[in-house]
């Protein structure tokens, strides 16, 4: 069973920039499929990005596509999700999750069986 842990949030300005990281431990990281979500307050969970097991493959959700990247180093056991050219709508809590498969409704929450706790972004305007 994966263990993920989120850091790298914070409060940043409208254009700026963000990397988050996910590290797991407690499994085979390469066995996995990364995932990244956000949930602002009131809001659903919503879909931001899919990375394959070995990064051959990416997914983003229309909102963040040519801003954010996700990638993997998995000796380092680690996802990381680049965030570029922040807007105040991105504000929310940033999770990661993990999933042995990688499946066709992959923007949804309840496919992931694994999940870390969140880290806080926040964009000023």
């Known amino acids: 069973q994966v263990r993920l842990v989120e850091s790298g949030g914070g409060l940043v300005q409208a254009g700026s920039s963000l990397r988050l990281s996910c590290a797991a431990s407690?499994?085979?990281?390469?066995?996995?499929?990364m995932g990244w979500f956000r949930q602002a307050p009131g809001k659903e969970r919503e879909f931001v990005a899919l990375?394959?097991?070995?990064?051959?493959?990416?997914y983003y959700a229309d909102s963040v596509k040519g801003r954010f990247t996700i990638s993997r180093d998995n000796a380092k056991n680690t996802v990381y999700l680049q965030m570029n050219s922040l807007k105040p709508e991105d504000t929310a809590v940033y999770y990661c999750?993990?999933?042995?498969?990688?499946?066709?409704?992959?923007?949804?929450?309840?496919?992931?069986?694994?999940w870390g706790q969140g880290t806080q972004v926040t964009v000023s305007s």
């Open positions: 990375i394959s097991w070995t990064g051959g493959s990416t």
């Open positions: 999750a993990a999933d042995l498969k990688l499946k066709s409704f992959y923007y949804y929450a309840r496919e992931y069986d694994y």
């Open positions: 407690g499994g085979t990281f390469s066995r996995y499929v």
